[in-house]
């Protein structure tokens, strides 16, 4: 892996450039670590994705393998949130809490992992087909994985997060899909959620700078429609789940990104 030097070598300890927590060497070594966990994590709690199994039993599956590997399922107790992951089946947009629904045929499930370990966060989510499933399911989820993508290649050094989600809405809306405005991804190491947003529309230069060292989630939501957005609360929780108004699905998937002088480098990576 890429470690930045001049950023991070002037630093001693961390530092707040911009709205990005720029990480030193030791420190960028422990989110590869706590990331490749986290994606290690996904693609194990995934392999359990079949119709009849509950969203509870997912998250039962993926603490324990974080627990068994020394890492802490970060969402667990998060401003309130009650599970370990999020479980987003079909309509549900985000934060989606796992329960007794039991996924079935044909249903798309989203399952975002973020692990602590060693002080850092990892977080990484990706979206699942229960069965076999319709052809726009498909469709909104190849997009929505595209849309990643695409912003992740957006990333260069010295760059903005306006660059991001550019190239997130552009891709999107050139396909026939819709994204998310109001939620998207964030700067992240000691602090789950971090400066800065990063959005997943926005304009090219506009935004916060990308530094070398920084670490950022991309994670565009992709709709099918432009319905609105409901928000639902969690019981003692300030999180929120969403849905979209009008049931239509929504796919998402997100990788967690170290910003190098050469450009990104997805840290999420089993
Ligand atoms: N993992 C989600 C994200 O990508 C955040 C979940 S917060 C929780 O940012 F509290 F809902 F778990
Ligand atoms: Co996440
Ligand atoms: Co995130």
Redesign the pocket.
Known sequence: MDIPGSAGQFMTGRAKLSAMTVKTKDEILKMAKVCKLAARCLEHTGKFVRAGITTDELDKIANDWGLSHGAKA??LG??G?P?SI?TSVNHVI??GVPGSEVLKDGDIVNV?V?LLLDGFHG?T?YTFFVGEVSERAKKVTEIAKRAMEKGIEAITPFGTTGDIGFAINKFTTKSGFFVVEEIGG?GIGRV??EDPFVPSFGKKGRGDRLLPGGCI?V?PMVNETDADMIDHAIPN?S?QWYTTADKTLSAQF?HTVLITEKGPEILTVP
């Open positions: 970060a969402p998060y401003k949130y599970k999020c985000c934060h975002d973020t977080d989510s964030h789950f959620h989630t994670e929780s999180i997100e």
